[in-house]
């Protein structure tokens, strides 16, 4: 099953790791580390194989891609070994990327983006495309009546006024050329009624929000610990500390609001209450992609005893996300071969704000995983 | 169903911590906090009510519990006000606690340990017994032929020389008194093949070893999180910083390598490899009862990038061990009620060091349990 | 030399902290942990004793100090046996304690604070009396033109606008009075360039601001270590947690502004240049007087080669402040026999903002104290 | 002034760090990070400059200075430009690099030692030559009556058993062919009384001993922090995690035990009394050379409340060390040509465990540093 992986942001970092690592997966110079649908109760004869993947995508910048792989490489977050042995392949990519389309009305701006998709999947011959969003975090979206209806949402992107955020007319784009979307950012994405609407009528699934890689994998196990022992949290504070696009962009104190709203929710839902306490995200360029979280819990053991756990989180954003991403878009692509349209609450195990309302504890989500994965080869 | 808890090592911390506690909550003066058998998941009409339990024990310190249980509120283990409003029921629980027995072979020992549990059994009209081991750590054992065989035991209990390590001594005879038997400790208690023949044959049920009540914790949902990210773990090392009785002892290097040992297993158990490093013990007086454990994992994620996390615990052990020892005396209880005997693997979730070859995850022990637990009611 | 301390804010947590420990210490109950004029380098018979002191103060709240010292008894702040073996002691003290005065103009205002100080030294039969802030942080206070001049502000303080902020209000009336006066707050005090004409026409001695009791005193030795290493530091950052009232005063932007911005300063003084990252303060109630502060440091060694240093301090405010406010009151007061008038910038070790040009690193602040405390001797 | 380094343990990672550092300064390619005599309070015309420097050394190991160069360049020790940069110097310096001499008396090995230092001297025309042992860390020497006594010792050299460890053997050589000696280990190097004797006769001057370079710097600002507060330490514990050839060295329990007793040293001395706690050092070679030292501090503040600081230092050791190498060879010739022989405590700054009874707080040292550095100018 020929697969194309289309990524909005597909000059940034998390899309240069994702290809540098699969092509280094298909010309197996690297072991599959952090790819779960490598693990043993994964593997699955309806996933695509890394050498079925083919990479395109969309972005404002003009980085080339071997210039940030080497940039990336330099900064420790890839190994320099494999940019020097994969230099035509990162070369070669270039002809799969575009430019983000423009225009005067967000409808003409989706034609354009769905037809970049069409040319994709027809010039390589592929069977499906996964459109797959990393691009850098919006600002919360102001609710627009027409998010709630495909009608009345086609009507208003006609108009003038732009009516969806950048990330949602994407995912609207990808569906209307029948292509999976993936949100792996805290944006608004598919999750609008009307694009759900347009998914099913498109009959194609989607999958998201915001890949879970550092601070929030770690909650999404500490706190079903403490709920299992019976043990009280009083307050769970946290800081982020990161530098980096992702960083830089977090400064603006709305997107930083998503994110870090995003950031707490696994408490509430893993305690059955929620925590004091709150998870502060701060820009330090020279920290870049390697982020520091620190989090304090303070918890009421026996007879009201008071105790207290720190972690600190020492990680490398793009090396965490990039195999989730190759992940998410071999397991859509083949809920989409399966004939899945829709949501996919399924594959909440890779995320921080999971669409539906699955588990948020860290096991219990890998065991709906495995169950989705399992029913995939049938 | 007239539960007795057997505390050997019944005036230490963590026996007077669960005194002190089942009594408050019998007197409904606290919450339930860090027992886990009063979680929805668990609750059981099988499981013996905090009414019905009545304490005993044998300690071979003299130390009134009144008195200890003011050092623990000194300390800021248990509150003040607790102790003050159950002194009449701290004063009474003197009448039923006994010096350890002597005597000239352990066959003798082994008698009068066994006729304490029957005449405490009979005093108090209990249907049940269940033997709980809170004493110090002993060293690793000396194998022994007679460990392998119910028969050979026997005789060489009668020699003059020790066959077996006071723990086991204990589970012995509280077989031979037909009461249940668990080791909180990581001393060898019931397991050895001998031992196990006896509780077929007395049809009791035993459990064990060394309560989970820290840092192993913290591992044992930390190394899944890594497992289920296929995040290769690169080494784990930590050191635990405690003072206390327990702490004093673990000084000597003899006990200190049986929990050392207990310690690290965990991590082979979830990955699948055993990572560099090792998790070291230290006695430090002014502590106390807080003990402190820092850990430093190093990882490897996508392409080989190294990252780390550090975690600190700083934990009440007596705290968060004597809810522990409720909810396994009345699992255990109502497990020998429902006719179980031998070894009982299902209560892996509470220790460091299970029996048995159940899952090491605590997920996945916690799911074992629930089975269990709701197997105990029919 | 009998001395008086008179305390602003005197039924708070440093205030009630204080009082307890002076006066266990007058009654030999406690050792002078703490106190840094205990230590052979500085002590000195320039120094009012122990038995010299005498407490009074004003205060918005009214709750009895007996009462305080039980709650920060009960929060582990104070041992409870001090504050039993003190209670007749901390029941006299509300003969000495007024509510804070009001009036229709702040002239007024101040003319009753110095009444009330006046009173207090002639009722006590004092030599000195020395007024210390420590009531919770005001916002930055806005510059007006009367803060530049005694005679301007002689006249805008008899009209009908606020013209001082409270902190500075007070120093108005302690000078008035001829006290002398300490802000161990961040608040403005006595910095204005009309109050040090006053304290120099007055001929008294001020101190400030803002007690050095947690995260920046440790940044006062560690800056320096970098700085003396010539090893580069690129990013500090630091996120504090706190509780109790000064937490919740600061929950406010304003006042956290205000206090942020004098925990960064010792940085670029000690390095000479001013790294990345921010300090700050989040108020968590459940963490009270404990407060936990997290700094994370990046720097750069030999070659260009990346490091990190990381420090968590878990240190109890009132307990930390409460020995200073002793110190720094027997000191000014020695200060003011010597004939000193006008700030004392020689006591810059105390405070994270501190007065006058003075040292930033810890060791040259203790060694211009030292130098300072010897020549109050002669 | 033309000075000759020759380093004992030439082809390991801090020498070489040390070598492409100091070839870098000359060649203007970096900054000088982490060498403290570039500080402007240290600057001095009696130090010898970067061009005036030359290399050389003994190893036992043969692997080319550019090879382990490479290699420290991959593990992030060093920028891999400045290895391409170099590569001819980092060749050419393997002519003045010799294999450490065997001989069948230990008189005898001095003398071939002593032999290649004065053909070093002359074959670069040097004005001086310091030799500085950067070897792995010996076990803890058996005394000898030789030791005392530099008659004895010289007769007892002649004989067939060993009398001096390798770092002794070497400073003898060192002080026989009229060469300053630095130990920035903890071996014993010249810390013999017969040595001493030596020095003085030969009219050199030797420092040592053992770099301070992680955990204990920290330490040594930290101890007096908690001095000049009052505040008394209860507990210091830490846990050192290593890789690298000196950490497989100290898995040896007799040299960890060297390295353990030199690194509390610090607490006694700036404190007045030895706190609770130990330190220890693990091996764990995935670390590599960038080490992890964990330490919690308990202490106490007034009226005994109780409290806790916890840091972690994350440091390239080699980068830490080498431009320590650099200044103390720099400082140790300038005082070799201004006529000092003997012992150096003035430079206390770079030890851990210093010569003479000097301060062990690290500002004190700094003080008695710049002292000693201006007086070289004279």
């Known amino acids: 099953m020929r697969t194309g992986i289309w990524l909005i942001g597909a000059r940034g970092s998390v899309a ?21 649908t490598e693990l043993p109760q994964l593997r699955s004869p309806a996933l695509p194989a890394w050498s079925e993947l083919v990479f395109g995508g969309h972005d404002i910048v003009t ?3 071997l210039k940030k792989a080497d940039a990336l490489a330099a900064a420790g977050v890839l190994p320099g070994r494999l940019v020097s042995a994969l230099t035509a392949d990162l070369t070669a990519i270039e002809h ?6 423009a225009g005067d009305t967000q409808a003409l701006v989706a034609d354009r983006i769905a037809a970049d998709l069409r040319d994709f ?5 592929l069977d499906r495309v996964v459109v797959v969003n990393v691009s850098t975090t919006e600002p919360i979206v102001t609710p627009h009546p027409a998010h ?12 003038p006024d732009p009516v969806l955020p950048p990330s949602s007319l994407a995912a609207y784009a990808a569906f209307r050329a029948v292509c999976a979307f993936i949100d792996f950012t805290p944006s608004t994405g598919a999750r609008l009624p009307a694009l759900a609407e347009l998914a099913r009528v498109q009959g194609v699934p989607f999958a998201g929000n915001d890949g879970k890689t550092g601070e929030t994998l770690v909650k999404s196990v500490l706190a079903p610990m403490f709920a299992l022992r019976n043990l009280r949290v009083r307050s769970w504070s946290g800081l982020n500390l990161l530098g ?18 995003s950031k ?12 004091e306490g709150t998870s502060r995200i701060d820009y330090v360029a020279e920290i870049g992609d390697f982020k520091t979280a ?15 756990m720190e972690f600190t989180w020492h990680g490398c954003d793009s090396a965490l996300a990039a195999p989730l991403v190759l992940d998410l878009a071999r397991l859509t692509a083949a809920a989409h071969s399966a004939g899945r349209s829709g949501p996919l609450p399924e594959l909440g195990f890779f995320f921080k704000d999971p669409l539906g309302d699955g588990p948020s504890a860290l096991a219990e989500q890998w065991a709906t995983l495995a169950t989705f994965t399992a029913g995939l080869e049938s």
């Open 294 to 308: 620190w989090d304090l819990v303070t918890f009421e053991g026996f007879l009201g005893t008071g105790m207290r």
């Open 16 to 36: 240069v790791t994702a290809v540098v690592g699969a092509t280094a997966l298909r010309a197996r110079l690297v072991e599959p580390n952090g790819c779960v």
């Open 121 to 125: 999947r027809d010039r390589n011959a």
């Open 96 to 101: 799969e990327l575009r430019p983000l389309p």
């Open 264 to 275: 707490q929710r696994v408490l509430g839902d893993a305690l059955g209450y929620v925590p």
């Open 63 to 65: 980085t080339p891609v």
């Open 244 to 261: 980096g696009g992702d960083g830089a962009n977090l400064a603006d104190p709305a997107a930083n609001a998503a994110k870090v709203a």
């Open 148 to 159: 709630a209806d495909l009608a009345r949402l086609t009507e208003a992107l006609a108009g």
